[in-house]
Nanobody, 123 residues
Framework: EVQLVESGGGLGQAGGSLRLSCAASGFTFDKYNVAWFRQGPGKERETIACISTGDGAAHYGTTYYADSVKGRFTISVDSAKNTLYLQMDSLKPEDAAVYYC???????????WGQGTQVTVSS
């Protein structure tokens, strides 16, 4: 059974940093691609970062970032720990949201979801 568990959310300061983790079980990263999404208050869920790790369409290590986070957020994986990370730097109040990790067959796919972790940013 595929399971994804996020951690690392909480209160960050504008201009500061947070790092989210997503521990995966039931699969290894060479099987599925993984990604981060977020949903802010009153907003639709947004794809913010993806990385190609599975044997899907994109080359291994290919990344995608939404324009809203490009240059500030970094997605990475530690295959030995089966953990996905999202390093968030230069936080902005508009980054406040529930952040979800997901795994899927396709690049930026989301066949399986974590439960989400809340990120709040103080100005």
């Amino acid at each position: 059974e595929v399971q994804l568990v996020e951690s690392g959310g909480g209160l960050g300061q504008a201009g500061g940093s947070l790092r989210l983790s997503c521990a995966a079980s039931g699969f290894t990263f060479d099987k599925y691609n993984v990604a981060w999404f977020r949903q802010g208050p009153g907003k639709e869920r947004e794809t913010i970062a993806c990385i190609s790790t599975g044997d899907g369409a994109a080359h291994y290590g290919t990344t995608y970032y939404a324009d809203s986070v490009k240059g500030r957020f970094t997605i990475s994986v530690d295959s030995a720990k089966n953990t996905l990370y999202l390093q968030m730097d230069s936080l902005k109040p508009e980054d406040a949201a529930v952040y979800y990790c997901a795994a899927g067959w396709a690049f930026c796919g989301s066949d399986w979801w974590g439960q989400g972790t809340q990120v709040t940013v103080s100005s």
